[in-house]
């Protein structure tokens, strides 16, 4: 027994050893393993990757290699470089890495799966005609979850925290539209789905990066048990219109796809969906209530449109199209907290040019990533005061759109990227903007809403979610508000 236990403690050793044991070519980004054996830097990455990510682009530059957990990590942080990564798309792949979330989080393998049909899919109904389809569906549903409120409850005033209402009202919109054909009771359905995600959405990250304790994998195991059962019985059965949902999952079928992994499947589609909306609507709320003057330049703007119809939750979409002030004032909530990882697995050894001319060998096995939030999105040389919310920071004096940022002398092509880019750029970005911006419009028409300390300021962020998408507060701005009588 000694023995067996002393040959395993050396075995163990030895691979703790070779894997270890790299060290950096000539022609290799810097590496840095960290003191930990094995983990690396995994901790510091895991409580806040954007203060861990600035501090080695100071020691290393615009690219290095880390080691987090076992796993080489060459991050990239130069935005007039980053076509190096995002046009590569045959030796830098995107679906490993998915595959390995989608069953870390979602408890879910689709081997055979053609990712390229189920983007098609996406395209029809997410873009073009399907998407004003989408757009009036969703228009509708913020409506009849408003109307939904009683005579009484209308005359009074609710107090909650901004993240929820934000979050709450559009999950909810955004289930029904795209998940809730078959509801019997809609306000309740879709409450009781939100209520379970928003379990399920507090540990996300833990489980993207296996580090759940007993207790949390408990948890997160039976919440997703209970979406999967609310989700199913919320499923489409048989034949019935031209829907995303539907066609997804009658493609999942002729994949031969059981049911069992339908619903996982339908999980991870609710997540895709809806994970980012709400707290992308609470951002850019939290900032307006925040900033008087951003809040009068976009109602100014609402005002004006709302000339073009009887009333303003009447205006049809495509008399939303110009406005230019929100979708600033949008952009720039985006940049300063759309904070998603660009993340592909090397499948080949690759040289790496930069823009400026240099030349580095990235190696088969490890992970390439960018961070654009670090740069261009909170890069002084880029933006001014970056840490500042400047609702125009996107417009011209003539009003029309800002696109002219630069680096180094050079003009960019990425000066903010929330919705990542090139070939895996966000399929639902207009769909995202389309929501969010009916839903402000909503909200500033509709309803009294105000903070209920007029001297509050942003919540700041929850650190451990850099790297996920849109980041979500640590606390919260309390608000009240009741519906304005005309509804
Ligand atoms: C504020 C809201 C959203 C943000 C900030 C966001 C952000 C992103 C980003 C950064 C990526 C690229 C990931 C990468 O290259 O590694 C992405 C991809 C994607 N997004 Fe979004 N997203 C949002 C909302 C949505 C919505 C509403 C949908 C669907 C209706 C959606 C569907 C997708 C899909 C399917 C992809 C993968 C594209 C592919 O496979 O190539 N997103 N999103």
């Known amino acids: 027994m000694i023995w067996t236990t002393l040959l395993l403690f050396h075995g163990v050793l030895i691979i703790f050893w070779m894997l270890s044991n790299r060290s950096r070519s000539k022609k290799e980004p810097p590496l840095d393993k960290g003191v930990i054996p094995w983990l690396g830097h995994a901790l510091e990455f895991g409580r806040d ?168 994998k408990g948890i997160s195991g039976s919440v997703r048990q209970r979406l999967w059962g609310l989700l199913s019985a919320a499923l489409p059965r ?23 992994t339908q619903k996982r499947a339908a999980l991870l589609q609710l997540w895709a969906t809806q994970g980012n909306v709400g707290p992308a609507a609470f951002w850019l709320l939290g900032f ?58 090397v499948l080949n050894n690759k040289t790496l040019r930069m823009a400026d001319g240099q030349e580095y060998d990235i190696r088969k096995g490890d992970r390439m990533c960018l961070f654009p939030y670090i740069s261009p999105q909170m890069d002084p040389e880029i933006h001014q005061e970056p840490e500042k919310f400047k609702y125009d920071r996107f417009l011209n004096s003539n009003g029309s759109e800002r696109r002219d940022f630069y680096k180094g002398g050079k003009r960019l092509k990425y000066y903010t990227m929330p919705w990542g880019a090139g070939k895996n750029e966000c399929v639902g970005r207009l769909f995202a903007i389309g929501s969010i911006k009916r839903f402000l419009l909503t909200v500033l028409t509709q309803m009294n809403l105000e903070l209920c300390d007029q001297d509050s300021t942003m919540p700041k962020v929850n650190a451990s979610r850099y790297g996920f998408g849109v980041l979500q507060p640590e606390g919260d701005l309390e608000i009240r508000y009741k519906l304005r009588c005309t509804l």
């Open 49 to 216: 990757a954007s203060k861990f990510l600035t501090r080695m682009k100071l020691k290393h530059g615009d690219i290095f290699t880390v080691r987090v957990a076992g796993l080489y990590v060459t991050v990239l942080l130069d935005p007039n470089s980053y076509d190096a990564v995002l046009e590569d798309s045959v030796t830098l792949d995107f679906t490993r890495y998915a595959e390995v979330l989608m069953r870390r989080i979602f408890s879910l393998s689709l081997p055979n799966h053609n990712a390229s049909t189920e983007k098609a899919l996406m395209r029809r109904h997410f873009q073009g005609e399907g998407l004003t389809c989408l757009n009036s569906v969703m228009e509708g549903n913020l409506q009849a979850l408003l109307q939904s409120e009683t005579p009484q409850d209308r005359e009074n005033w609710k107090r909650d925290g901004l993240f929820n209402f934000c979050y709450s009202l559009l999950f909810r919109a955004g289930y029904l539209t795209l998940f809730g054909a078959e509801q019997n009771d809609r306000n309740r359905d879709s409450s009781a789905v939100y209520q379970e995600f928003r379990k399920f959405d507090a540990l996300l990250t833990k489980m993207a990066r296996n580090t759940l304790n007993s207790e949390e």
């Open 238 to 260: 048989g034949k019935t219109e031209d829907r995303w949902l539907q066609n997804y999952l009658r493609h999942l079928r002729e994949e031969g796809v059981d049911v069992e």
């Open 288 to 345: 307006l209530l925040t900033n008087p003057e951003a809040m009068s330049a976009v109602k100014k703007e609402f005002d004006s449109l709302s000339v073009l119809a009887d009333s303003p939750q009447h205006l049809p979409f495509d008399k939303l199209q110009n406005t230019p002030v929100f979708d600033s004032a949008l952009s720039e909530t985006l940049r300063l907290t759309a904070a998603p990882f660009i993340t592909r697995e």
